[in-house]
């Protein structure tokens, strides 16, 4: 009983907002107030987010597990983020900088490598996939991507090359629309499916 | 007619189709078109790695909604109950990831919704098997990293809305011999996934997921009416471009 009254309220709730889309005028209030009350929300399940991290890694240095030293540090980091944001305010300039200059290098760090990476899986890519339609194909485009957006193939425009320049740079924003297209129909069945109760996540 | 209206029709058109299609395969489970070898790879890794002893991972992504992916979030708390079985539970050898709140806490919904009626709490506490090592993408990605190097896992499965620090969690398991599984459904996972993960699922076909573990009358009215809607949709684009070039639109 208590689960359907639950199940009722997120069904009801889910129609009003999508209802809210075509009928802005009428449902607008509605609609804002129920948007409101849904980030209100997100924000408490951030915050117990953040609860659970933090809990995660004390348990990890209270029961001495491995890595408790980086748990240590993590701690230590975001009580300090977090007491000098009270104190000064995430406005402050000195603390921006402070969190800014660690934040965005480490995060700098982690892009390098991740392009490293990209690199040498790109270089694996028949060892992974082997010699197959799929695989020559994404092998072929990335090549010609590569070869015409670092402009080496100079033509004038008006004529044929320039033409087919112009017809491969707009093949890769095609097939963008069309994954995009086949993600929001599937998008929509997966929203309707749980709107209408016919898949239910939450139990059976 | 306006676009609002258009809105309407198509959406009318799928709800009325999902539910009819709903009810005549809860009778008679007759739309099994679908067979990814990938899907298959990916329950027997879970089932070898649970003999063997060592973990398994699900990633349900970085968020719940976004606007260039409003349904990817949703997918994947959709696909998680199928991931929530009796022998994921009876060695607390599941981790479920992800780097939001709200998905913690629908997967945390789930995790009780399915063990509740089975397993006694004391006995074996599910909960503790999710696991947010980081709130944002990259320091999910140490938090991930650090994980996976500490502890044995034999399965990973990526779904959800994430990016392309994906590969870096996935070349990490591939280098110790592990078997990995995606369904990418951001372009940008896709570019990079192709490249470092043999068993993936691309684009639309990440909404399959559900359906291809564990098959249900809800699951392939989805495949149905989604099949319909494409079709229409090729149709509606033919149509125009034909229109198009007569000069008529």
Known sequence: ?204 | MTWSLVGWILIGLSAVLLLIFHFLLKERKAYHVRRFPAVQRLKTSRVSALERGMKRGVFIGHRLWSRSYPGLGLGAVSALPAFMDAESASDSGQRVFTSEGSLLMLARQIALGEYQGGFSKTLNDVLSGLSLPGVSPLSFTAGMASELRSQPYGSLALFGNYGTEALLWTEALADQGEFVFAGAGSLSSQSVLFLSVRDLLMGEEVFTLPGLIEARAANEAGWLTEDILRLLLILMILVGAVLKMAGAL
């Open chain 1, 1 to 204: 009983m208590k689960k359907i009254v639950w199940i009722v309220i997120a069904v009801v709730t889910g129609l009003i907002v999508l209802a809210g889309y075509f009928f802005q005028a009428q449902l607008g209030p509605v609609l804002s107030m129920i948007l409101d009350w849904g980030i209100l929300l997100a924000g408490a399940a951030g915050l117990i987010g953040v609860a659970y991290l933090f809990r995660m890694h004390l348990l990890k240095i209270i029961q001495n597990k491995k890595g408790a030293f980086y748990s240590g540090v993590v701690l230590a980091a975001f009580l300090f983020a977090l007491i000098a944001g009270f104190i000064l305010t995430p406005q402050n300039s000195f603390y921006r900088h402070l969190i800014l200059n660690v934040q965005i290098p480490v995060e700098a760090s982690l892009l390098a490598i991740l392009a490293v990476m990209l690199l040498y899986a790109g270089l694996r890519l028949i060892q992974t996939r082997g010699w197959t339609p799929m695989s020559g194909a994404f092998l072929v485009s990335a090549i010609l991507s590569l070869i015409i957006d670092l402009g080496f193939v100079q033509t004038r425009s008006g004529t044929l090359g320039a033409e087919l320049i112009a017809l491969l740079d707009r093949l890769p924003i095609a097939g963008a629309r069309g994954i995009l297209l086949g993600m929001a129909l599937g998008g929509m069945v997966v929203g309707l499916r749980v709107l209408l109760t016919v898949d239910r996540p939450y139990g059976e």
